[in-house]
């Protein structure tokens, strides 16, 4: 249930896109709500509900790795096979309510609401698509979660990246960069995405004292905060972090929760808090598009949070928070023995990433895409997480979440070797694999396409360049084209000889 009473003064309408605030509630909806919260006696056939009795399911029983198990009850099992309310289904968002209270403690609760999603990416485009239009700014910290630039890209938002040192965002230059901007008249930014606990990439934990000073920066700047904060329960701190939404005073913090990472990332399960007049942009969105977060997995979620109870549910977290230390601290032994004198790194401080720098090398793509696959390991490019990912960049992003120990082990002692390999011989010379064929017409599109891009996946090419008169080409990267341009046109005259010689003996 929405709260109707205000108490932020904020006015969130000049945050709001003009799609986000034409946008209007379906009265299906709606009726359904009201459906769902009016008393027994009330006979509804306003809806467009299917009759359960067709569905085939009649049990759903779960067993919990505890030795603990729960089974749906008639009446969950015909909700969790039903249409809910845009918002969730009831009794998890008490739940989830309850849970956010008793673990934030955000000021002025009563002003604030929350909304479930499929997960926190969905949570993300909806969140940023109510704010960011065409062409607005966006901070965002440099490296940072690239599901972010995905969402906004196509509405051709301006990315201000600001740069992190070993606690993250540097606010001495956020508030600088925000100063410049506004007296040299340019647009403002109305959000600040930040990933605050166990970042991805970096696996920063800023530090509490910066959080404030970020948020005082927010306060003074007039910028929301998104807080993705996916890792929150998983840091390897001694002191448990402090949210943006804990320190939110003014109504500024957007905070985005996932069960990705601690309950299941297959149960596609997150929820946003907000103020509630976000909250309401970001439900009339999902009303537009998925009607609600699947009810099977709410239904589901909301039964095992009954199970634990909150102080179990905190318990879980402390198991899990110890299982990734533990990996995080068998990763920065591994990376010590294989990457001395070819990497720095700092050790994550939470989350599942440890970030890569390596040294002496300017770029790491084109080692681990092209070379990092033929050599049996795959990591991350750096690049790839930056605000330009076409500009080279010295990173790579490893997880250490699901790999055993021995397959870290041998991944580094790989990345080791590529790197010495890439230092002593500059470009690959394995050997091709892959035959594909590319007309030769398409030649010169292919090697223009190349120059804005990094790679293309050869299914792009087979649909489109297939011809009549193919040329055998070899890519020498499955999959994968990340060659220069110069490099691809002496791999094609290279194919053309193989080609032509094959054909000859043929
Ligand atoms: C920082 C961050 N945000 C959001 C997501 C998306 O998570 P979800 O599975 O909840 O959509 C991820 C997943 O890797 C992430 O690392």
Redesign the pocket.
């Known amino acids: 249930m929405h709260k109707s009473k205000e108490k932020f003064g904020m006015d969130y309408s000049t945050f709001k896109t003009d799609v986000s605030k034409r946008r209007r509630s379906a009265t299906t909806r709606e009726l359904t709500k009201i459906a769902y919260s009016a008393s027994k006696n009330v006979v509804s056939l306003a809806e467009g509900m299917p009759n359960e009795e067709t569905f085939p399911f009649t049990e759903i029983s779960i067993k919990l790795n505890d030795g603990s198990s729960f089974t749906l009850s008639e009446r969950e099992l015909g909700a969790a096979l039903q249409y809910i309310p845009t918002q969730g289904y009831p009794p998890l968002l008490q739940c989830l309510r309850e849970f956010q209270r008793r673990a934030h403690a955000p000021p002025l609760w009563e002003s604030r609401d929350i909304v479930i999603v499929s997960?926190?990416?969905?949570g993300?485009s909806k969140t940023l698509e109510a704010i960011i239009g065409p062409g607005d700014p966006l901070l965002v910290h440099d490296p940072f979660?690239p599901?972010v630039e995905v969402v906004v890209a196509p509405h051709q938002a301006e990315l201000i990246a600001i740069p992190q040192d070993e606690q993250g965002v540097v606010p001495e230059i956020l508030r600088e960069t925000l100063r410049s901007r506004q007296l040299s008249g340019k647009r403002m930014p109305k959000i600040m995405y930040i990933?605050a606990t166990g970042s991805?990439p970096n696996g920063v934990v800023i530090p509490l004292e910066r959080r404030k000073e970020i948020y005082r920066i927010a306060c003074e700047y007039n910028f929301l905060i998104l807080d993705?904060d996916?890792y929150h329960f998983m840091h390897f701190e001694d002191v448990e972090p402090k949210s943006f939404l804990s320190l939110d005073t003014e109504g500024r913090v957007i905070r985005v929760d996932?069960f990705?990472k601690v309950i299941s990332?297959g149960i596609r399960l997150?929820f946003i808090t907000a103020a509630a007049p976000l909250i309401v942009s970001i439900e009339l969105h999902l009303q537009s598009s998925h009607l609600h977060a699947p009810t099977l997995s709410q239904v589901i979620l909301y039964k095992l949070l009954k199970v634990w109870g909150y102080d179990g549910l905190m318990s879980h977290f402390m198991g899990i928070r110890y299982f990734y230390k533990r990996r995080r601290d068998i990763i920065a032994t591994l990376a010590r023995k294989h990457l001395n004198g070819l990497a720095d790194f700092t050790e994550p401080k939470g989350g599942f990433f440890l970030w890569i720098k390596v040294q002496g090398i300017t770029d790491t793509w084109k080692m681990i895409m092209q070379r990092g696959v033929k050599e049996g390991v795959i990591m991350a490019p750096g690049a790839a997480f930056m605000k330009d990912p076409s500009k080279p960049c010295n990173a790579i992003r490893a997880s250490f979440a699901k790999a055993s120990y021995q397959e870290m082990d041998l991944a580094l002692q790989r990345l080791a070797e590529l790197i010495r390999g890439r230092k002593n011989e500059g470009i690959s010379t394995r050997p091709f694999e892959d035959i594909v064929y590319i007309k030769r017409r398409f030649w010169g599109p292919l090697q223009r396409m190349h120059r804005y891009g990094r790679s293309y996946e050869w299914p792009h090419f087979r649909e489109r360049d297939f011809g009549e008169k193919p040329v055998h080409f070899r890519s020498p990267y499955p999959g994968i084209i990340g060659v220069s341009s110069a490099t691809l046109r002496a791999t094609i005259d290279q194919q053309i000889r193989f080609a032509d010689n094959m054909l000859k003996a043929s």
């Open positions: 997960g926190a990416q969905d993300l979660y599901g990933n991805n993705d996916p996932s990705s990332s997150g």
